[in-house]
């Protein structure tokens, strides 16, 4: 069955779950959510014609339907200045991915803006037998990894909802300006986790969703990492 998402259409025709970051990215943005900007390469020169475009840094990512933890590989390239550096980070990543993933089928490699440094958070969906989709907020790296501060609400969110839960979590200093660093944007950390709400609810085909990361900033947030798994076809 056909749905109004081409993205989704296409990866159900060949049979994936699991969507690119590109494809995830894409259907993220027309749901509103910003996500930072990611355009797939398929050649060195292009990969170098879209960073002029993007302008520098940029950073450069394997683009698979098999892979999941990209960095793990040798798949992502970070904070890449020039032009020779963009041809490097794409020969490198394509040659350490033929070699730890030999039966992996490459789309190519991702072009994206270098985001500017900001406090990484992290926002995902699953679906729990009894309740449906559940929203997930933590912050990211070792503070979800090893702590699990996160919080959790039931899909649709309310502002309450998305309130309260950014400010339930252990780490919630952090954002309100640790140590002299400024204050993250709270509103619009709950306008995103809403928007991610609206987009679950329009989407029951999506299973499971991942922003890992999001950074957070002053004035805004943008995520640069996206994941969607879909739910089995029937
Ligand atoms: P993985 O598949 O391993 O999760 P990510 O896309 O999340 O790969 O990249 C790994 C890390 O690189 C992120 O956690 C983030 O810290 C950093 N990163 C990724 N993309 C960008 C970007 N566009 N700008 C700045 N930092 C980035
Ligand atoms: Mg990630």
């Known amino acids: 069955m056909n749905t109004k998402q081409p993205v989704i259409d296409r990866a159900r025709s060949e049979g994936r779950s699991l969507l690119t970051e590109i494809e995830a990215k894409e259907l993220l943005k027309q749901a509103g959510i910003n996500v930072i900007d990611t355009k797939l390469a398929t050649s060195r020169e292009e990969a170098i014609s879209i960073s002029r475009q993007f302008g520098f840094p940029v950073v450069l990512k394997i683009a698979s339907p098999d892979i999941v933890h990209k960095s793990d590989a040798g798949g992502v390239k970070l904070g890449l200045k020039t032009s020779k550096q963009v041809a490097k980070a794409y020969d490198d990543i394509l040659a350490a991915i033929r070699r730890e993933y030999p039966r992996a089928a490459i789309q190519g490699v991702s072009v994206q803006k270098m985001a500017r440094p900001g406090v990484e958070v992290i926002i995902g969906m699953s679906k729990d037998p009894q309740f449906g989709p559940v929203l997930m907020f933590g912050l990211g790296g070792i503070l979800v990894e090893i702590l699990k501060d996160v919080s959790f609400r039931i899909v ?18 952090l954002l309100e300006g640790y140590r002299g660093q400024e ?22 085909e999506v299973k499971e969703l991942d922003l890992n990361p999001t950074f957070a900033y002053s004035d805004g947030a943008v995520a640069v ?7 089995s076809s029937s």
Not at 156 to 173: C, F, H, N, Q, V
Request: charged residues 30%; hydrophobic residues 40%; without cysteine.
């Open 156 to 173: 649709p969110l309310t502002r309450r909802d998305a309130s309260e839960m950014i400010r339930e979590i252990k780490g919630y200093s």
């Open 183 to 204: 204050p993250v944007d709270v509103s619009s950390l709950e306008e995103l986790l809403i928007k991610v709400s609206s987009f679950v609810e329009q989407n029951p």
């Open 225 to 231: 990492d996206a994941r969607v798994i879909l739910e």
